[in-house]
């Protein structure tokens, strides 16, 4: 979504949401502060915590349009985004409030209780109106509103088989169907429509563009129409000379499915805090990064700087969440999958996983190295047997930096895709579980993995994000 689109969404009324639950949040904080006391509001209205509640304002509309104004609208959040956003938003109006105060040497003239309860209570009040105004916003707009749906699929069943299955919906006031035209012709389309139209149904159908059937989080509307992109956008994001891709993980995906034969031979990464900073420090990593056809950012440090600078509909584009959606894309066998890394054991488990998740994805083979150097004729034999194999995608997943070296030194020399997932073995295998979705959106995923595993992942986990800050705040003095 560009920033014409962004406008499009009625953010300003989202403004005056945030200014009117500040304003409830401050008489709120003066009633509990003075509720005891025989409370002259003209008197506060025209005293110091008027000067309070100007200031309050100004930093409000202050964040508003330099912070607020950069992130995903809330009509696009889901209600744990909605939280993270708000949350950061309040906690970065107190601490500009009380730099304010403590410049103004006015600290000790405004009471803690009413400064804590402005807080907890703007926060509280704005996030549950832009949760009420959300879902008004969506409950209006047909392509979010919740609906009862079957899904058809090819081969579509016959009129009397539709109408008995149009049965169970009777509970609805209104019942709605989704047709599934994935695989069927024209004709078989019409037909099943018309006879669920005949029915009294409100009829929905897929989205099929060039061959690829649009899934969610990539259609947008554009000028009216509701459109996906067809590639990944050429101009990148640079941090610490890392040439970071913008895309939405579906976008990704698709690129790839579309390009496919174009991309066989070169690889992929997916880059987080710890890669960035290992490619800060080694100008030969960095290199190997920025010869990929694509890096993708794994981390939400990184997303959130691409969204801050204007980078509209950036996204996070995990390599397991990646691995997921093309999976998921490819059931039906076009494009194949071979897969070199991890432990025997580990492969066994992904294999019979993927196999029940995803039925007709089609794996062409699956290998574990010897955990220590290769010899030369052991690297050719795996060359080899990749090759044999003839898959479009080949996953690697020996872990960074070794995995994005291993690509690099293998390009043109890999008939296939390659595609650096690292741990994204272990969690579609199941050996490794992944840290739920809250946890996920909030940023805090590696906090849960360093639960998992302290004594190798605190080290670096301490080192790395302390060099990532360290290393913004470098870049930011030049």
Known sequence: MNRLQKRRYPSKRVYII??????????????????????????????????????????????????????????????????????????????????????????????????????????LLDYAFRLIYRKYYNASHPFNADIKVIHLRAPFPSDRQLISMLADTEESEVPE?????????????????????????????????????????????????????????????????????????????????????????????????????????????????????????????????????????????????????????TKDGKITHYFYGASQKTLDALKENLEKKYPGIVIKGMYSPPFRELTDEEKEADIKRINEANADIVWIGLGAPKQENWMASHEDKIHGVMMGVGAGFDFHAGTIKRAPVWVQKIGFEWLYRLFQDPGRLIKRYAITNAKYFFYLLLEKLK
């Not at 509309?61 to 912070?67: F, M, N, P, V």
């Not at 950012?297 to 969204?307: F, L, Y």
Request: with cysteine; net charge neutral; aromatic share 12%.
């Open 18 to 123: 945030d200014l009117f639950a500040t304003i409830c949040a401050f008489f709120i904080a003066m009633y509990i502060r003075y509720r005891a006391e025989v409370l002259d509001w003209t008197e506060i209205i025209g005293g110091f915590y008027m000067n309070i509640f100007v200031i309050v304002i100004l930093i409000q509309i202050g964040i508003l349009l330099a912070y607020d104004a950069t992130k995903q609208p809330i009509f696009l959040s889901d209600p744990i985004e909605i939280f993270v956003q708000t949350f950061k938003s309040k906690m970065f109006s107190l601490c500009v409030l009380i730099l304010y105060l403590y410049l103004t040497m006015k600290a000790e003239m405004v009471s803690r209780i009413v400064v804590t309860a402005l807080t907890i209570f703007s926060f």
């Open 177 to 329: 169907v989704l047709i599934h035209q994935k695989g069927a012709t024209d004709e078989e389309i019409k037909r099943v429509t018309e006879a669920a139209i005949r029915s009294g149904v409100r009829v929905y159908s897929t989205l099929d563009n060039l061959g690829y059937e649009v899934k969610e989080g990539i259609a947008t509307t554009v000028s009216g129409y509701l459109a996906i992109p067809l590639a990944i956008r050429k101009k990148k994001y640079n941090l610490f000379g890392v040439h970071f891709s913008v895309c939405r993980t579906e976008e990704a995906v698709l690129h790839v499915i579309r390009h496919i034969g174009e991309l066989s031979g070169k690889y992929i990464c997916f880059s987080n805090v710890h890669t960035s900073v290992m490619a800060k420090e080694s100008a030969d990593y960095r290199r190997v990064l920025n010869g990929a056809a694509f890096v993708f950012p794994d981390g939400n440090p990184i997303v959130t700087r691409q969204q801050s600078r204007g980078f509209i509909g950036a996204e996070r584009v995990a390599g397991p969440d990646f691995m997921d959606h093309m999976f998921r894309d």
